[in-house]
């Protein structure tokens, strides 16, 4: 489903910037790392995949380098002063409340997306929302734009907004691809059906886009006042030249609904198989994801 509307213009010209080949967009949780290390890890890891197609083995010459590959890094707004001390303080409660969540499969996942609440600063609002406020608050916070630590006082107030200015800026290296993945994937959509931008292809990997609490409701609220359309006119297309979503069946995280192709009939959705339920964070890890050739042959596709 598309909406008809002209895009919000970008703040800065997209043609000065240095092209890249593949621009990558990260999710929730990776405060740990600092952009280096983070874009090191997923550049090497999705160059080794593109090593192993038969693309790649046809034409090492075109394999792009680390430096083809940029990254749109915003982790840091949640990078909290004393984040690690706070984790360890709570580290019994949160960890018990971790390993009995991890342990449900999808529809216990489905179930506590429909009963958790949050309110307009995307902080908890019920006890649903609480026990689930450690594993999904950085989503939440994105979705109704609550605060972040240091913004940017050029951009506008809020999580999404800072967040986006970080994309809009990636977005300059005019990518032949982007790729986005877990709440990255959500990022990327947004940021695309918003600024113009060259059409090239859009991969999603583990995308939770279809969360239809947590995500999808905030998603098409903020979709239609940016369009000035009722929620019910639908999503708008991002523009992009086609859109492949990749999803585990075990990534609990691809919740509720496997697939993004109802919501979007231009999408090609791929089931990959990898990981377990239990095992939720190496399920959902991208790193994890870079090791089908499937996604592999998309990406070299998109470059070839």
């Given at each position: 489903?598309?909406?008809?509307?002209?895009?919000?213009?970008?703040?800065?010209?997209?043609?000065?910037?240095?092209?890249?080949?593949?621009l990558l967009v990260h999710g929730m949780n990776m405060q740990r790392f600092e952009r280096e290390p983070l874009h090191r890890l997923w550049a090497d890891a999705l160059l080794k995949l593109l090593r192993r197609t038969e693309w790649g083995k046809a034409n090492p010459g075109l394999l792009p380098e680390r430096n083809d590959i940029e990254i749109a890094y915003w982790a840091d707004l949640f990078k909290w002063p004393k984040f690690e001390d706070q984790e360890a303080a709570a580290k019994g409660l949160i960890s018990w409340s971790r390993e009995r969540y991890f342990e449900?499969?999808?529809?216990?996942?489905?179930?506590?997306?429909?009963?958790?609440?949050?309110?307009?600063?995307?902080?908890?609002?019920?006890?649903?929302?609480?026990?689930?406020?450690?594993?999904?608050?950085?989503?939440?916070?994105?979705?109704?734009?609550?605060?972040?630590?240091?913004?940017?006082?050029?951009?506008?107030?809020?999580?999404?907004?800072?967040?986006?200015?970080?994309?809009?800026?990636?977005?300059?290296?005019?990518?032949?691809?982007?790729?986005?993945?877990?709440?990255?994937?959500?990022?990327?959509?947004?940021?695309?059906?918003?600024?113009?931008?060259?059409?090239?292809?859009?991969?999603?990997?583990?995308?939770?886009?279809?969360?239809?609490?947590?995500?999808?409701?905030?998603?098409?609220?903020?979709?239609?006042?940016?369009?000035?359309?009722?929620?019910?006119?639908?999503?708008?297309?991002?523009?992009?030249?086609?859109?492949?979503?990749?999803?585990?069946?075990?990534?609990?995280?691809?919740?509720?609904?496997?697939?993004?192709?109802?919501?979007?009939?231009?999408?090609?959705?791929?089931?990959?198989?990898?990981?377990?339920?239990?095992?939720?964070?190496?399920?959902?890890?991208?790193?994890?994801?870079?090791?089908?050739?499937?996604?592999?042959?998309?990406?070299?596709?998109?470059?070839?």
């Amino acid at each position: 489903m598309r909406i008809v509307g002209a895009p919000i213009a970008a703040s800065r010209p997209l043609g000065k910037a240095k092209m890249a080949k593949i621009l990558l967009v990260h999710g929730m949780n990776m405060q740990r790392f600092e952009r280096e290390p983070l874009h090191r890890l997923w550049a090497d890891a999705l160059l080794k995949l593109l090593r192993r197609t038969e693309w790649g083995k046809a034409n090492p010459g075109l394999l792009p380098e680390r430096n083809d590959i940029e990254i749109a890094y915003w982790a840091d707004l949640f990078k909290w002063p004393k984040f690690e001390d706070q984790e360890a303080a709570a580290k019994g409660l949160i960890s018990w409340s971790r390993e009995r969540y991890f342990e449900l499969c999808r529809a216990s996942v489905r179930l506590a997306d429909t009963l958790a609440s949050f309110g307009p600063d995307g902080r908890p609002s019920n006890a649903s929302a609480a026990y689930l406020d450690g594993l999904v608050a950085q989503t939440s916070i994105y979705m109704h734009n609550g605060p972040v630590y240091h913004p940017d006082p050029a951009e506008g107030d809020g999580a999404f907004f800072q967040v986006q200015a970080r994309f809009r800026a990636a977005l300059e290296s005019r990518p032949k691809l982007v790729i986005g993945h877990s709440l990255g994937s959500v990022v990327a959509y947004e940021g695309l059906y918003r600024n113009p931008h060259r059409k090239f292809p859009f991969i999603t990997i583990g995308s939770p886009l279809a969360s239809p609490y947590l995500i999808l409701e905030p998603l098409r609220e903020r979709a239609a006042r940016f369009y000035k359309r009722s929620v019910e006119a639908g999503l708008p297309w991002p523009e992009v030249s086609s859109w492949t979503n990749f999803y585990a069946g075990a990534d609990v995280w691809c919740v509720p609904v496997e697939g993004l192709s109802h919501l979007f009939s231009g999408v090609r959705d791929v089931r990959v198989e990898h990981g377990s339920t239990s095992h939720p964070k190496d399920t959902h890890q991208l790193t994890t994801y870079l090791e089908h050739i499937e996604i592999g042959d998309a990406i070299a596709a998109a470059l070839a």
